[in-house]
């Protein structure tokens, strides 16, 4: 089973910039389409993005125009690039392929704070 470790979340004020990054323990080629996903204090995880294998990408409403999901599959790499963060993009962010659901392994995500 592939595994994802995500990384590059950090503290920013309201309007900045972050990019965030997801590795796989092993190829990611064979997902056709992988997701980023946050989760909220006390709200359940939703997913933001996602990214097909064929570089197509899809966002919630609340992040379009703002993020940009991405993917590398020669290096087993997905990015989410975020810019003109707001504050209730707060959240723990993860990546795994579409349609994780409970049962299935979730790396540690990656904290995104922002603040006014």
């Known amino acids: 089973q592939v595994q994802f470790v995500e990384s590059g979340g950090g503290l920013v004020q309201t309007g900045g910039s972050l990019t965030l990054s997801c590795v796989g323990s092993g190829r990611i080629d064979g997902f056709f389409v992988m997701a980023w996903y946050r989760q909220a204090p006390g709200k359940q995880r939703e997913k933001v993005a996602i990214v097909f294998d064929t570089g197509s990408t899809s966002y919630v409403d609340s992040v379009k125009g703002r993020f940009t999901i991405s993917r590398d599959n020669a290096k087993n790499m997905l990015y989410l690039q975020m810019n003109n963060l707001k504050l209730e993009d707060t959240a723990v962010y993860y990546c795994?392929?579409?349609?994780?659901?409970?049962?299935?392994?979730w790396g540690p995500g990656t904290q995104v704070t922002v603040s006014s």
């Open positions: 795994n392929p579409n349609n994780a659901g409970p049962a299935d392994y």
